[in-house]
């Protein structure tokens, strides 16, 4: 793996997970751009300069999908360097975004906890600094890439060589994967988000590639990529034959039939969990 080179770089808060950037040197390509803070700018502009490249000589930046600790960095970079990345994209830096998601968090009449944690969360990603960028189209180059749904509602696999980066898609020890967004097409969250997901990992699981590039945690062999994407099938059938047996009728009510002794964590995942089988 001497072309491509992996880049950790921290997030705030300190306890929250690396974030991967890859290097694809002899092609001066990042896979996606990181989160935009000072120790996290500092890293990935020496790991450039120390292969003799500098954020105005990148050919391009492909973005896995539009969550922050992904793009966040972009408010860092010349707006020179292209972006390649669903054209949707765009949506998350407009002010309809904004308005989207008042009218969206209201429609589910949710506990007021929960509904501001969601609020929260979505505002979160709000992104006008994209519209500095010229976007283009992953289908448009000659880069093997697949548009695929699950962890948002947009996410991006992309493939070089023997090698293949899957964003947020397949994480070891992360099973509550499933995150809601509003989708930039309908206006609306992404419905059946679940059964898409499984698609999704089934269609990883398949490719021929022997070497996995996540965004979080340590490069994967197949054979544990393949353990992990089981476990979440599990997981995500147990899942859904739950609700199917006790219907969406009350958010409290299924979110302690299903997480019955799960970890305190914000409330906007156990929704997105439950959301994700509508």
Known sequence: MQNIIQIKLPQNPDNAPFVNTYLIKNQRILIDAGPANLQAYQILKQTLNDNQIDFNSLNGIFITHHHLDHIGMLKLIPQTVPLIADPTIAYFSSKEYLNDIIKFTNSLRLPNKVSQSLQNKLRSRYCPFIKRFKIINPHSTNIFSRKLTGHSNSDYIFGFNQYLFTGDLVLKGIYFNKLTDIDPVSRNFLKNQSQLYI?????????????????????????????????????????????????????????????????????YYYLSELMSFL
């Open 199 to 267: 698609d999704s990992l089934e269609k990883i699981s398949n490719n021929q590639t022997e070497v996995f590039l996540p965004g979080h945690g340590e490069i994967m062999q197949k054979e544990q990529l393949i353990r992990i994407i089981n476990k979440n099938l599990k997981l995500i059938t147990k899942h859904q034959q739950l609700i199917q047996k006790h219907k969406f009728e009350n958010y409290t009510k299924l979110k302690k039939l299903i997480f019955p002794s799960a970890l305190k964590i914000d409330e």
